[in-house]
Protein backbone atom coordinates (compact mmCIF):
# COMPACT_ATOMS: atom_id res chain seq x y z
CA UNK A 1 0.00 0.00 0.00
CA UNK A 2 1.15 3.59 -1.07
CA UNK A 3 0.26 6.20 1.27
CA UNK A 4 -1.07 9.48 -0.14
CA UNK A 5 -1.07 13.16 1.53
CA UNK A 6 -2.31 16.13 -0.35
CA UNK A 7 -1.58 19.52 0.24
CA UNK A 8 -1.94 23.13 -1.75
CA UNK A 9 -5.82 23.83 -1.33
CA UNK A 10 -7.58 27.08 0.05
CA UNK A 11 -9.69 30.07 -0.29
CA UNK A 12 -9.31 31.65 -3.64
CA UNK A 13 -11.19 33.90 -6.28
CA UNK A 14 -12.74 32.74 -9.80
CA UNK A 15 -10.00 33.22 -12.35
CA UNK A 16 -7.06 32.36 -10.12
CA UNK A 17 -4.73 29.20 -9.55
CA UNK A 18 -3.54 26.55 -7.72
CA UNK A 19 -1.63 23.42 -7.66
CA UNK A 20 -2.05 20.53 -5.56
CA UNK A 21 0.31 17.93 -4.79
CA UNK A 22 -0.18 14.33 -3.46
CA UNK A 23 3.18 13.39 -1.55
CA UNK A 24 3.57 9.34 -1.55
CA UNK A 25 5.34 7.31 0.95
CA UNK A 26 5.71 3.84 1.62
CA UNK A 27 6.13 2.89 -1.62
CA UNK A 28 7.42 4.03 -4.78
CA UNK A 29 5.11 6.38 -7.02
CA UNK A 30 6.29 4.84 -10.20
CA UNK A 31 4.61 1.64 -9.43
CA UNK A 32 1.77 3.83 -9.52
CA UNK A 33 -1.02 5.14 -11.73
CA UNK A 34 -2.43 8.25 -9.77
CA UNK A 35 -5.41 10.17 -10.27
CA UNK A 36 -7.20 13.32 -8.31
CA UNK A 37 -10.66 13.04 -7.56
CA UNK A 38 -12.92 15.85 -6.14
CA UNK A 39 -16.33 15.79 -4.19
CA UNK A 40 -18.29 18.56 -3.56
CA UNK A 41 -20.80 19.04 -0.77
CA UNK A 42 -24.19 16.66 -1.00
CA UNK A 43 -22.54 15.05 -4.71
CA UNK A 44 -20.84 11.88 -5.15
CA UNK A 45 -16.89 11.57 -5.52
CA UNK A 46 -16.42 12.72 -9.30
CA UNK A 47 -12.86 12.14 -11.41
CA UNK A 48 -10.81 14.98 -12.28
CA UNK A 49 -7.56 13.72 -13.90
CA UNK A 50 -5.08 10.78 -14.33
CA UNK A 51 -1.84 10.26 -15.30
CA UNK A 52 0.05 6.80 -16.18
CA UNK A 53 3.02 5.67 -13.88
CA UNK A 54 5.30 7.18 -16.38
CA UNK A 55 3.20 10.34 -17.18
CA UNK A 56 3.20 9.57 -21.27
CA UNK A 57 -0.63 9.26 -20.91
CA UNK A 58 -2.93 11.38 -19.09
CA UNK A 59 -6.47 11.92 -18.99
CA UNK A 60 -9.31 14.61 -18.28
CA UNK A 61 -13.05 14.91 -17.56
CA UNK A 62 -14.43 17.22 -19.83
CA UNK A 63 -15.20 19.82 -17.23
CA UNK A 64 -11.58 20.59 -16.57
CA UNK A 65 -9.84 20.01 -19.71
CA UNK A 66 -8.12 23.01 -20.54
CA UNK A 67 -7.54 24.63 -17.21
CA UNK A 68 -6.24 21.60 -15.10
CA UNK A 69 -2.98 19.95 -15.76
CA UNK A 70 -2.10 16.90 -14.21
CA UNK A 71 1.70 15.72 -14.09
CA UNK A 72 3.95 13.86 -11.86
CA UNK A 73 7.51 14.18 -10.50
CA UNK A 74 8.45 10.06 -9.61
CA UNK A 75 12.11 11.00 -8.07
CA UNK A 76 10.22 13.42 -5.77
CA UNK A 77 7.16 10.67 -5.02
CA UNK A 78 5.12 13.22 -6.04
CA UNK A 79 1.88 14.41 -8.40
CA UNK A 80 0.41 17.62 -9.21
CA UNK A 81 -2.61 18.93 -10.18
CA UNK A 82 -1.95 22.70 -11.84
CA UNK A 83 -5.49 24.72 -11.57
CA UNK A 84 -6.63 27.53 -13.56
CA UNK A 85 -9.16 29.59 -14.62
CA UNK A 86 -11.24 28.25 -11.33
CA UNK A 87 -14.53 28.88 -11.31
CA UNK A 88 -16.99 28.61 -8.52
CA UNK A 89 -18.16 25.05 -9.26
CA UNK A 90 -14.96 24.14 -8.74
CA UNK A 91 -15.33 23.68 -5.26
CA UNK A 92 -14.84 20.67 -3.59
CA UNK A 93 -12.87 18.38 -1.64
CA UNK A 94 -9.83 16.95 -3.83
CA UNK A 95 -8.35 13.67 -3.22
CA UNK A 96 -5.64 11.67 -4.92
CA UNK A 97 -5.53 8.24 -5.71
CA UNK A 98 -3.62 5.27 -6.64
CA UNK A 99 -3.94 2.23 -8.73
CA UNK A 100 -1.58 -0.73 -10.47
CA UNK A 101 -2.23 -0.64 -13.79
CA UNK A 102 -4.80 1.01 -16.19
CA UNK A 103 -6.06 4.25 -15.97
CA UNK A 104 -10.07 4.46 -14.64
CA UNK A 105 -12.44 7.29 -14.16
CA UNK A 106 -14.40 5.20 -11.59
CA UNK A 107 -13.77 6.22 -7.82
CA UNK A 108 -14.21 2.24 -7.15
CA UNK A 109 -11.95 1.21 -9.28
CA UNK A 110 -8.82 2.63 -7.26
CA UNK A 111 -7.53 1.12 -4.32
CA UNK A 112 -5.51 3.88 -2.76
CA UNK A 113 -6.49 7.32 -1.32
CA UNK A 114 -5.26 10.34 0.63
CA UNK A 115 -7.39 12.37 3.12
CA UNK A 116 -8.04 15.13 0.92
CA UNK A 117 -7.51 18.84 0.71
CA UNK A 118 -10.43 21.89 0.36
CA UNK A 119 -10.41 24.12 -2.52
CA UNK A 120 -13.03 26.60 -2.08
CA UNK A 121 -13.64 29.06 -5.06
CA UNK A 122 -15.42 32.15 -4.45
CA UNK A 123 -17.42 33.70 -6.92
Known amino acids: QVQLVESGGGLVQAGDSLRLSCAASGRTLSSYAMGWFRQAPGKEREFVASIKWNGDTTHYADYVKGRFTISRDNAKNTVYLQMNSLKFEDTAVYYC????????????????WGQGTQVTVSS
Open 97 to 112: AGRTGSLYSAPNLWDN
